[in-house]
Every structure is written in structure tokens, then in C-alpha cells.
């Protein structure tokens, strides 16, 4: 296992200006690979044994210059292109997006807003306070297992102003639908792959399709999107041939309520069997290609889902040649983003950054509708650079929680069969095959010293061995 990351890590190096920076990069993803608690990055110190003075540093690298998150994400798709087990589809990659929200209380933390909670659980409250993140993920695996392994994250709400000070960032100004588009294809773009991108419901607007199809024409990797329409949804049918009357032609035909098609057309329905959470079922489908968007009218492929004891669903793609069958197993692997995020906040502590700022304005908990923004009041340079530096702090964590949460599935993926320490773990119901993320890293935890020592000319080993020194008194001796 650390002869495997001792060949992945090393491939960011060119990411780093500094050499130092590049080490410290080393030390902060393999500390949240193995760390115990997730208390901000003195957890990383105590779970590698580190020296205590090492803090500021580390604290410090999340606000470095020699480094930026673009190169950062780009180099990480690339290697998970080149060295993950990817899933495809008709030879493209299947990506997998959707929005995360993180509740923070912090009252000087840049991009925290009020924001409703869709949950439906009862121990949330309707509305919270905090980040919301658009992610991009990508399914990996075989057919035992599959993960949908993060690619990049970046805070898509709460940010305008502080971008909009930016005059080169006017794409993070746009709206949450908008910029998940735009992520995807840049994670598209770094792997080199034409792709499907698998949204939820949310994320089907003519806003998004209009960026999608002009990102399609610009790019040399192309997307298509698989997503649902809420049940209400209503498409056009193809206009009728010009009669060769005056006047301009039509846009669009007759209005097709889709939730009516369940009961007029069910006659048309199809069957076939599909594979639904890892499971072979058998369903009823009517496929049908009809125009959408109010003023858009753009021709979409809409799959009208039965299956018994479900909510009746309706699925949507752009690709209009992609068979239906396929598409219902496509939106299908979408709730893997779902099992992404879950492991990220409970197994690698992504989100429990504590990065702010004295220069960022007091969150004020009841603005009014048509208040100023209290960062419009920010107006020295000083000050707008330190927000900035903030914001870059807290997306930097959190991409190192991505590399490491997907280097623990690459793990997972590759050594369950090799490793027979992985299933030494105590389950209720344990893994015949690949193991979750969770076993890995408790595996790590109790073997990574234990590597160390058995190959200390590994590159890891030495980097970390040189943060961790030796305590000069007894106070440095308790801290480490």
C-alpha cells in the first residue's frame, strides 16, 4: 500500500513551486488518511506523531502562493484517469455531480449564507447556515463495487462579491447550476474523455443546457447529460411541416403534460431488466424524444420509468441515440455521489475546516431582502486580498479531503484481494470482495508506522520523518 502512494504522490510535485510546500502537501493527505479524530490539523499532527512546532507551518500552507487549486484538480483527474479502473459508457467516463451543503456557524467565514435544507430528516433544521459546494465526481470500479470518486469541489454560493473583485473570475459568478456545468467540463477536459455527466433534478434548467451546448462547441471533450425532471414537467411535441403560409414558422407543437403519459399511453410501455443498485430488476419504460424549455425548445430524450412499490420517475438525456435501458441505469449510479459525501464528512473529515478571516465583515444572521452585502462595504486591497486567501484556505482543504478520500477507494480497490488484513475488520455483514472506505482506513492506522519502518527509503517515509524530529523538553514531548 505505501509503495502505491509513494507512486501517486509524487506526481503532484509539479503542482508545487517549492519543494517544502510539496512536502507539506504529502504530510496533510496521508495525515487524513490515518487520523483518528477530525480536530482541525492538530490531529494530523498527533495521529503521525509530529513535532508540535510543525503547526504554523501546516496552517500555513493551506494560505501559500506556490500552489494553486487548478493545477491541483487537473493533475488529480489525470491520474485518476490513468490509474483508476474507470467505468464507461459507450467509450465515455461517467462523471457524477451534484450540490453539498456544509453547516458552518462561523460569524467571519467568507461564503457562509443561509440556506434551506432539503433533507427530510426531522433532526435538521429547515434552514441552516453555512457553505454550499458544487461537487464532480467519477464512477470507478468494477462490477463487485463501484465508488464514485471525487474529482474537484469548490464553494458555489455565498461568493459573488468576492470574485466579482476579480475581473479574471467572472465564471465563478454565475449561478450554482452554471458553474457544476462548467466544473464538469474541466474535469472532462483534464482526463482527456468525452463523458456523461449524472445530475439530479435540480440541475435541469435551460440555463444549464444553453452552457452546455456552448461548452460542447468550444471543447474537445464532450458531455452529455443524464438527469430527472420533476413530475410536474411539461415538453412540446415536434412542430408540424410549414403549410406555406406567411409568417414565422413554428417553434414548437402540441403541449405534453409527461405525468399523463403513465395512464394515457401505458399500453406503449416497454419491459426490460435492468441493473438498479447493484441489483437486476425488471421495469416499464416509454421513450420518447419531444422538445423542452420554455423559449429553449431544445430536443431531449425522456424516459418514462414504472417499477413496483417506486415512485413513478422521468428521466432525461441530451444524447437522443443512448437507449433507454441505459439510461435508467445511469441515473441509477447517481446516489453514489450521495455515498461520496457521507464518507468524506465521517470517515476523512473533508468539511471540518476552520479557516476566517478578521478583515471578513460580521455575518449578519437576518439580512433583508434588497440589503446591501456587508462585503460591499469591504473596499482596501489589503483587506479583499485576505478574504480572498480565506476562500482559498477552505477549497484547498478541501480538495486534499478529496485526493485522500479517493486514494483510499483506489486502496480499496486494489489490494482487497492482496491484503488479508483488510478483512480483519469486525461487520456485522463484512465484504466478500472490495472493502469500504472506513476499513481501509482503520487498517491504515494500525499499520502505517509499521510500513514506515519496513521501507524507510520510500520518499513518504523520509518526508515524514523529517516533520517529525525531536522534542526538545517535556511541554513538546506531552504536545507530540
Not at 487520523?35 to 510543525?54: A, K, Y
Not at 427530510?120 to 463501484?146: D, P, Y
Request: charged share 20%; proline share 3%; hydrophobic share 40%.
Amino acid at each position: 500500500m505505501l509503495k502505491f502512494l509513494n507512486t501517486i504522490l509524487p506526481q503532484f510535485h509539479s503542482c508545487f513551486s517549492r519543494n517544502a510546500t510539496f512536502e507539506w502537501f504529502v504530510v496533510i493527505i496521508v495525515g487524513l488518511m490515518v487520523r483518528t479524530d477530525h480536530l482541525g490539523v492538530t490531529s494530523i499532527i498527533r495521529d503521525l506523531s509530529l513535532h508540535s512546532s510543525v503547526y504554523e507551518s501546516m496552517i500555513h500552507f493551506f494560505h501559500s502562493n506556490a500552489w494553486a487549486l487548478e493545477s491541483l484538480q487537473s493533475t488529480w483527474a489525470r491520474i485518476v484517469c490513468r490509474t483508476a479502473p474507470l467505468v464507461t459508457i459507450r467509450e465515455r467516463v461517467v462523471l457524477v455531480g451534484d450540490g453539498m451543503n456544509q453547516s458552518k456557524e462561523a460569524r467571519h467565514m467568507p461564503g457562509v449564507k443561509k440556506m434551506h435544507q432539503d433533507s427530510e430528516n426531522s433532526s435538521k433544521g429547515e434552514f441552516i447556515f453555512g457553505h454550499l459546494f458544487g461537487a464532480i465526481g467519477i464512477l470507478v470500479g468494477t462490477s463487485q463495487k463501484w465508488f464514485c470518486l471525487p474529482l474537484s469541489m469548490q464553494l458555489q454560493a455565498g461568493i459573488k462579491t468576492i470574485f466579482g473583485w476579480n475581473p479574471s473570475s467572472a465564471q465563478r459568478q454565475d449561478s450554482h447550476v452554471v458553474q457544476l456545468i462548467d466544473q464538469a467540463f474541466m474535469a472532462a477536459k483534464a482526463c482527456g474523455r468525452h463523458a456523461y455527466l449524472v445530475l439530479d433534478r435540480y440541475f435541469l434548467s435551460a440555463p444549464a443546457l444553453e452552457r452546455l451546448a456552448q461548452r460542447n462547441q468550444s471543447e474537445s471533450s464532450h458531455i452529455h447529460i443524464v438527469t430527472k425532471a420533476k413530475s410536474n414537467a411539461t415538453a412540446y411535441e415536434r412542430p408540424a411541416a410549414r403549410t406555406g403560409r406567411r409568417g414565422r414558422p413554428p417553434k414548437k407543437g402540441a403541449m405534453v403534460k409527461l405525468r399523463e403519459l403513465f395512464s394515457t399511453r401505458a399500453d406503449d410501455f416497454q419491459t426490460a431488466e435492468v441493473t438498479l443498485y447493484g441489483k437486476k430488476e425488471t421495469v416499464k419504460f416509454l421513450c420518447l424524444d419531444l422538445l423542452w424549455g420554455q423559449g429553449l425548445y431544445q430536443e431531449l430524450r425522456f424516459v418514462l420509468v414504472v417499477r413496483d412499490k417506486y415512485p413513478l420517475a422521468i428521466l432525461v438525456s441530451t444524447d437522443l441515440t443512448l437507449a433507454a435501458a441505459t439510461i435508467i441505469e445511469l441515473y441509477g449510479w447517481r446516489f453514489k455521489i450521495e455515498c461520496m459525501f457521507r464518507e468524506m464528512k465521517q470517515v476523512i473529515g473533508a468539511f471540518d475546516y476552520h479557516f476566517w478571516s478578521t478583515s471578513m465583515p460580521k455575518l449578519k444572521r437576518y439580512l433583508k431582502k434588497g440589503e446591501v452585502d456587508p462585503l460591499e462595504e469591504v473596499k482596501g486591497d489589503k483587506e479583499r486580498k485576505r478574504i480572498r486567501a480565506t476562500v482559498d484556505a477552505i477549497e484547498g482543504f478541501v480538495m486534499c479531503g478529496c485526493i485522500a478520500t479517493g486514494l483510499v477507494q483506489l486502496l480499496a480497490l486494489r489490494f482487497s484481494y492482496t491484503v488479508p488484513g483488510l478483512f480483519s475488520r469486525y461487520l456485522r455483514t463484512p465484504s466478500k470482495s472490495i472493502v469500504s472506505e472506513a476499513t481501509v482506513t482503520t487498517y491504515l492506522r494500525k499499520s502505517i508506522f509499521r510500513m514506515f519502518a519496513q521501507n524507510p527509503h520510500f520518499a513518504i517515509t523520509q518526508i515524514i520523518r523529517s516533520k517529525q524530529g525531536e522534542p526538545t523538553d517535556d511541554a513538546d514531548l506531552l504536545a507530540s
